[in-house]
């Protein structure tokens, strides 16, 4: 599976963005998706998860009530969606995909990621 991920950019602080990611497989309805993001100077940390069929989600705590996972099978795409924007999420943002069952945070569970795209907000 090949991943793109786009939408990155500079937002002031309390904006939004949203990113995209396409995936080349047709089969992208039989994998969990997930974002994560690399800040400068850290270990790269999950974001948020959705299962295959979109119907459940899952964020860590940072970022809940703030930032909303989707994805649109028929579009083989998943995206996130980050309003009220804080300094502390610039980083780069990963999409990956994992064809195992079950949510999951570590990035070592995950068997495909996007390029990464710059998010930036200044406050």
């Known amino acids: 599976v090949q991943l793109q991920a786009s939408g990155g950019g500079l937002v002031q602080a309390g904006g939004s963005l949203r990113l995209s990611c396409a995936a080349s497989e047709r089969t992208f309805s039989n994998y969990y998706m997930g974002w994560f993001r690399q800040a400068p100077g850290k270990e790269r940390e999950f974001v948020a998860g959705?299962?295959?069929?979109?119907?459940?989600?899952s964020y860590t705590d940072p970022v809940k009530g703030r930032f909303s996972i989707s994805r649109d099978n028929a579009k083989n795409s998943v995206y996130l969606q980050m309003n009220s924007q804080k300094a502390e999420d610039t980083a780069v943002y990963y999409c990956?995909?994992?064809?195992?069952?079950?949510?999951?945070?570590?990035?070592?569970?995950?068997?495909?990621w996007g390029q990464g795209t710059l998010v930036t907000v200044s406050s």
């Open positions: 990956a995909a994992r064809r195992e069952l079950g949510f999951a945070t570590v990035d070592s569970k995950y068997d495909y």
């Open positions: 959705i299962n295959r069929s979109g119907s459940m989600t």
